[in-house]
C-alpha cells in the first residue's frame, strides 16, 4: 500500500484526500455535499463519499486500490451530557474533556440525579453520558447514587465513568446489573487543582467507536469494496483533527519537529470551534483564576458564532446592526452562496466580516484575558482563561477562509492578532497566520498513529504555507 485516502464525513461536505504515503504529499482532493437518510428513507452517507472517490479516481488511479481512514461529524456529530458533582469543579472538567474528546456538550448537570434531572437529561438526546464526580478517595456519594439513579431508569446508555476511580467496583457493578454498556476511565480531576483528561478522552473515543457511530443510522449499505460506514470511520472529526494540531504543535522529535505553540480557529456554519497547543508557564499558575486547572491541549465550541445557522447571534453579539439583514438571510438560507447572488461582491464581504466576528469572539472566549487588580499583596496581575500571546502558528479553517483568498487572511485572522487589544485579551501577538486549504489537520490525525512520519510531513505544510 502505497497511498491511502483520508475522508472526513463533515456535517455539511464529505471531504477526501488522497497521500502518499512515503512523502506525505497530496496526490488528490475531492469534497461533495453530504448525504444523510432523508424523511422518506432516500439517501446514504455513502453516496457523497462515492463521489469523492470517483474525482479522486480521475485524478489519480492510486485511490483505486487504495486503503481509506475516516472520521466523521456527520448527523449532528458526537452528542455529549455531563453528569457531575458539583458545578464549578468536577462538572466544569468533564465540560472540558468532552470537548477535547471531540464531543458536542448538550448538557451539563450537577448536585445529584432527580427525575426532573433525568427527564432533562432524556430531551436532550445524547450519545455518551459522562460521569464525573469526586477526587480520588474524595466524596463518592454523588457519583455513586447517580450510577445508580441512572441504572434504575434505565438509561440505554453508553456511559463513560471518569470520577472518583475508588467508587468504581460499585459503579461497576451498578451498570452491568442493568445492562448500561459502560467503559471506566481515570478520574478527570484525581485531586484539586488537577485537570487529567487523557484516560476519559480515550475512553469517549472507544464509545463513539463502538456504540455511537452504527446508532446514528446513516448508512445501510456498502461501498464497492464491502466496507460499512462504521468500517471505515476511526473517530470524531474534532477529536482526529485535534490529533493533528497536537502534532503540528510538538513534532516527533528533534529530527522532526513541531511549529510550536499552535492555534487552530475553524469557522462553521453552525459553530466555531478553537483548538490549541500551548505549553503552559508553571509561573502563571499562580495568577490563574480558573476553579479548573488549564491544560495545555484544549478545544473549545462556540455554538452561537458561525456563518449560517448562528449568523444573527453573531453578529449581535460582535454588535455589528449594519450586517442584521445579511445575518438574517444566512440563517434563513444556510446554503446562500455569494457567487450566485444578484451582488455577489457585497455578499462576499459580509460572509468575511461576519468571519471575522465569530474568529474574534471564539478566541477571546478560548483565551480569556488579564488584568491588574488590587489585592492584600498590592497591585497584582490576574489571569482567565489561556494565555495565547506567545502562540508561534495561528490556522484558519473552514469555507468562507479557504475561498476567500487572501483578503480571508487580510480580512478574518489578522484582526484577531496584535498586542493592543482593550480589555486586556490574551490573543497571539506576532504569529505566521496560513489556511488549512486541503484539510491536512484531519488527514493528519487520522494517519497519527500508524503512519506518524506520514502525518508529520502531512501537517509540516501548514508551516510554509505563506498565507500570513
Given at each position: 500500500?502505497?497511498?491511502?485516502?483520508?475522508?472526513?464525513?463533515g456535517?455539511?461536505?464529505?471531504?477526501?484526500?488522497?497521500?502518499?504515503?512515503?512523502?506525505?504529499?497530496?496526490?488528490?482532493?475531492?469534497?461533495?455535499?453530504?448525504?444523510?437518510?432523508g424523511?422518506?428513507?432516500?439517501?446514504?452517507?455513502?453516496?457523497?463519499y462515492?463521489?469523492?472517490?470517483?474525482?479522486?479516481?480521475?485524478?489519480?488511479p492510486?485511490?483505486?486500490?487504495?486503503?481509506?481512514?475516516?472520521?466523521?461529524?456527520?448527523?449532528g456529530?458526537l452528542?455529549?451530557?455531563?453528569?457531575?458533582?458539583?458545578?464549578?469543579?468536577?462538572?466544569?472538567?468533564?465540560?472540558?474533556?468532552?470537548?477535547s474528546?471531540?464531543g458536542?456538550?448538550?448538557?451539563?448537570?450537577?448536585?445529584?440525579?432527580?427525575?426532573a434531572?433525568?427527564?432533562?437529561?432524556?430531551?436532550c438526546?445524547?450519545?455518551?453520558?459522562?460521569?464525573v464526580?469526586?477526587?480520588?478517595?474524595?466524596?463518592?456519594?454523588?457519583?455513586?447514587?447517580?450510577?445508580?439513579?441512572?441504572?434504575?431508569?434505565?438509561?440505554?446508555?453508553?456511559?463513560?465513568?471518569?470520577?472518583?476511580v475508588?467508587?468504581?467496583?460499585?459503579?461497576?457493578?451498578?451498570?452491568?446489573?442493568?445492562?448500561?454498556?459502560?467503559?471506566l476511565?481515570?478520574?478527570?480531576?484525581?485531586?484539586?487543582?488537577?485537570?487529567?483528561?487523557?484516560?476519559?478522552?480515550?475512553a469517549?473515543?472507544?464509545?463513539f467507536?463502538?456504540?455511537?457511530i452504527?446508532?446514528?443510522h446513516?448508512?445501510?449499505?456498502?461501498?464497492?469494496?464491502?466496507?460499512s460506514?462504521?468500517?471505515?470511520?476511526?473517530?470524531?472529526?474534532?477529536?482526529?483533527?485535534?490529533?493533528?494540531v497536537?502534532?503540528?504543535?510538538r513534532g516527533?522529535?528533534?529530527?522532526?519537529?513541531?511549529a510550536?505553540?499552535?492555534?487552530?480557529?475553524?469557522?462553521?456554519g453552525?459553530?466555531?470551534?478553537?483548538?490549541?497547543?500551548?505549553?503552559?508557564?508553571?509561573?502563571d499558575?499562580?495568577?490563574?483564576?480558573?476553579?479548573?486547572a488549564?491544560?495545555?491541549?484544549?478545544?473549545?465550541?462556540?455554538?452561537?458564532?458561525?456563518?449560517?445557522?448562528?449568523?444573527?447571534?453573531?453578529?449581535?453579539a460582535?454588535?455589528?446592526?449594519?450586517?442584521a439583514?445579511?445575518?438574517?438571510?444566512?440563517?434563513?438560507?444556510?446554503?446562500?452562496?455569494?457567487?450566485?447572488?444578484?451582488?455577489?461582491?457585497?455578499?462576499?464581504?459580509?460572509?468575511?466580516?461576519?468571519?471575522?466576528?465569530a474568529?474574534?469572539?471564539a478566541?477571546?472566549?478560548?483565551?480569556?484575558?488579564?488584568?491588574?487588580?488590587?489585592?492584600?499583596?498590592?497591585?497584582?496581575?490576574?489571569?482567565?482563561?489561556?494565555?495565547?500571546?506567545?502562540?508561534?502558528?495561528?490556522?484558519?479553517?473552514?469555507?468562507?477562509?479557504?475561498?476567500?483568498?487572501?483578503d480571508?487572511?487580510?480580512?478574518v485572522?489578522?484582526?484577531?492578532?496584535?498586542d493592543?487589544?482593550?480589555?486586556?485579551?490574551?490573543?497571539?501577538?506576532?504569529p505566521?497566520?496560513?489556511?488549512?486549504?486541503?484539510?491536512?489537520?484531519?488527514?493528519?490525525?487520522?494517519?497519527?498513529?500508524?503512519?506518524?512520519?506520514?502525518?508529520?510531513?502531512?501537517?509540516?505544510?501548514?508551516r510554509?504555507?505563506?498565507?500570513?
Amino acid at each position: 500500500m502505497s497511498s491511502v485516502v483520508c475522508v472526513d464525513f463533515g456535517s455539511t461536505f464529505t471531504k477526501a484526500a488522497l497521500v502518499d504515503l512515503a512523502t506525505g504529499a497530496l496526490l488528490a482532493t475531492a469534497s461533495h455535499p453530504t448525504t444523510l437518510p432523508g424523511p422518506n428513507g432516500t439517501g446514504d452517507v455513502l453516496d457523497g463519499y462515492d463521489a469523492c472517490l470517483a474525482a479522486l479516481r480521475e485524478q489519480d488511479p492510486r485511490a483505486e486500490d487504495a486503503d481509506v481512514r475516516a472520521c466523521s461529524s456527520a448527523g449532528g456529530g458526537l452528542r455529549i451530557a455531563v453528569v457531575g458533582n458539583e458545578e464549578l469543579v468536577t462538572a466544569e472538567a468533564g465540560r472540558r474533556v468532552a470537548l477535547s474528546s471531540g464531543g458536542k456538550v448538550v448538557l451539563v448537570l450537577s448536585g445529584g440525579l432527580t427525575a426532573a434531572k433525568l427527564a432533562e437529561l432524556r430531551g436532550c438526546e445524547p450519545d455518551v453520558v459522562l460521569l464525573v464526580g469526586g477526587t480520588d478517595g474524595g466524596n463518592s456519594e454523588v457519583l455513586e447514587g447517580d450510577t445508580a439513579f441512572l441504572a434504575s431508569a434505565p438509561w440505554p446508555g453508553p456511559v463513560v465513568v471518569a470520577g472518583n476511580v475508588e467508587s468504581q467496583p460499585q459503579v461497576q457493578a451498578l451498570l452491568e446489573q442493568a445492562g448500561t454498556p459502560y467503559v471506566l476511565a481515570d478520574n478527570v480531576v484525581p485531586r484539586i487543582g488537577v485537570l487529567a483528561p487523557d484516560s476519559a478522552r480515550r475512553a469517549i473515543r472507544e464509545i463513539f467507536l463502538s456504540h455511537v457511530i452504527g446508532g446514528k443510522h446513516l448508512s445501510s449499505r456498502t461501498d464497492g469494496r464491502g466496507r460499512s460506514f462504521t468500517d471505515l470511520v476511526r473517530g470524531a472529526t474534532p477529536d482526529v483533527v485535534l490529533t493533528g494540531v497536537e502534532l503540528l504543535a510538538r513534532g516527533l522529535d528533534d529530527a522532526h519537529p513541531g511549529a510550536g505553540d499552535v492555534v487552530v480557529v475553524d469557522v462553521g456554519g453552525a459553530t466555531t470551534d478553537v483548538h490549541s497547543v500551548v505549553e503552559l508557564d508553571p509561573e502563571d499558575s499562580g495568577l490563574a483564576r480558573e476553579v479548573v486547572a488549564t491544560t495545555p491541549v484544549t478545544r473549545t465550541v462556540e455554538g452561537d458564532l458561525g456563518m449560517r445557522w448562528s449568523a444573527v447571534s453573531t453578529v449581535e453579539a460582535a454588535g455589528l446592526d449594519h450586517l442584521a439583514d445579511a445575518a438574517r438571510r444566512r440563517r434563513a438560507h444556510p446554503d446562500l452562496l455569494p457567487d450566485t447572488c444578484p451582488d455577489p461582491a457585497l455578499e462576499r464581504d459580509a460572509d468575511l466580516d461576519i468571519a471575522a466576528a465569530a474568529v474574534r469572539l471564539a478566541l477571546e472566549r478560548h483565551a480569556g484575558r488579564s488584568r491588574v487588580v488590587v489585592s492584600p499583596e498590592g497591585r497584582v496581575v490576574e489571569r482567565s482563561g489561556k494565555d495565547l500571546r506567545e502562540v508561534d502558528l495561528l490556522v484558519g479553517s473552514g469555507g468562507v477562509l479557504r475561498h476567500g483568498g487572501p483578503d480571508g487572511v487580510r480580512r478574518v485572522l489578522l484582526p484577531a492578532t496584535g498586542d493592543a487589544f482593550e480589555g486586556g485579551w490574551q490573543l497571539p501577538r506576532d504569529p505566521v497566520v496560513v489556511v488549512d486549504h486541503d484539510y491536512v489537520l484531519a488527514a493528519a490525525g487520522l494517519l497519527a498513529e500508524e503512519h506518524p512520519l506520514t502525518a508529520h510531513r502531512l501537517v509540516s505544510r501548514l508551516r510554509t504555507a505563506g498565507d500570513g
